[in-house]
């Protein structure tokens, strides 16, 4: 049942995992969500997420033990980033950016981001135009 769901909707829910209620998917395409994550109530997700293990070297030793992330209640995650590890925690409220690859935790209430990055424009072999982003610019909008 759970591959004919992935095939369907692009979204990878090992049936393992311990969700929440209220528990939000925007444009679920790529989100993957490991067997012993645990996702408190009213979290948010967008495409591309991925609740995973830090390693799955150790084979049949893990078993049984906690290999994905817990996210607590009230947290949002925004497109593209990757927790990963049994330890890590991310704290109530908390607001996870666009490609943020996280293996720690994350105290409450935290707004993780990427620092924005300088676009490079190269036209046909021109003059290479770098555009520096404005350093108080917001990176992504809470509505």
Do not use: C
Request: proline share 3%; net charge negative; hydrophobic share 35%.
């Amino acid at each position: 049942m759970t591959e004919h769901a992935h095939s369907v909707t692009g979204i990878d829910i090992n049936p393992g995992a311990t969700i929440g209620s209220y528990f939000f998917i925007d444009h679920g395409t790529g989100i993957v969500v490991g067997e012993t994550t645990v996702i408190g109530d009213h979290v948010k997700v967008y495409q591309g997420v991925t609740l995973g293990a830090l390693s799955t070297s150790g084979g049949r030793k893990l078993w049984a033990k906690k290999r994905h992330p817990t996210i607590e209640d009230d947290v949002t995650i925004y497109s593209g980033a990757s927790i990963l590890g049994g330890d890590t925690v991310i704290g109530k409220g908390s607001v996870i950016g666009g490609n943020v690859f996280l293996t720690r935790s994350v105290a409450p209430g935290t707004k993780v981001s990427v620092k924005n990055q300088e676009l490079r424009f190269n036209n046909e072999g021109n003059e290479i135009e770098e555009v520096k982003e404005d350093p108080n610019a917001a990176w992504f909008y809470v509505i």
